[in-house]
């Protein structure tokens, strides 16, 4: 069939349907060309990425596998829980060493999520003259070098005071026991 054929055919059904049955039959040929045209490009890209979650998956699996044996590691290299009594002793007895007066102290666990570990603080409320003070934390920290300095506030009433008050909070990580 030649091509004026074909128009004719298309004339007299496109006549004998009307403009509703037209409109339906383009309607038709469009959700055809969005079917062919979009929906198999977005399928694609949905299969790439299932694959790229995928290797993901395997590639978070074999590295959390890795993880406990790091942990593990760093956890025999954290100070155990049998440390904690001589290193607050220690600390107090820097403390008395370089005549800085600790009232009392806060001390708290916290646990890790494992369990193995934890962080233990140890907060103190110290008086005592600036220099005494500086000194005392910086031996605190070269005896026990695993402690961390978390906050040292000071304050002093009044200017012409030679002692300060200070809030002081250290924190050591703990590997196996607790305290």
Do not use: C, K
């Not at 596998?65 to 440390?83: F, I, K, M, W």
């Not at 009433?157 to 924190?171: H, K, L, P, Y």
């Amino acid at each position: 069939m030649n091509p004026a054929a074909w128009l004719g055919w298309g004339r007299y059904y496109a006549a004998r349907l009307a403009w509703p049955g037209v409109l339906g039959l383009g309607l038709v040929l469009v959700a055809a060309t969005i079917q062919l045209a979009g929906v198999t490009r977005i399928q694609d890209q949905n299969e790439e990425l299932r694959l790229a979650t995928e290797r993901l998956r395997e590639r978070a699996a074999m590295q959390a596998e890795a993880l406990p044996v790091v942990d593990v590691r760093r956890l025999a290299a954290l100070p155990s829980g049998d440390e904690l009594v001589p290193l607050v002793a220690s600390v107090h007895a820097l403390a008395h060493g370089r005549q800085v007066s600790l009232d009392q102290g806060e001390y708290s666990w916290q646990a890790d999520a494992g369990g193995r570990s934890g962080r233990y603080r140890m907060s103190f409320p110290a008086r005592g003259r600036y220099p005494q003070l500086r000194g005392w934390a910086a031996d605190v920290l070269a005896e026990w070098p695993a402690l961390a300095l978390e906050e040292f506030d000071f304050r002093r009433d009044t200017i012409g005071n030679e002692n300060v008050e200070a809030q002081v909070r250290f924190s050591v990580r703990v590997g196996e026991g607790r305290p």
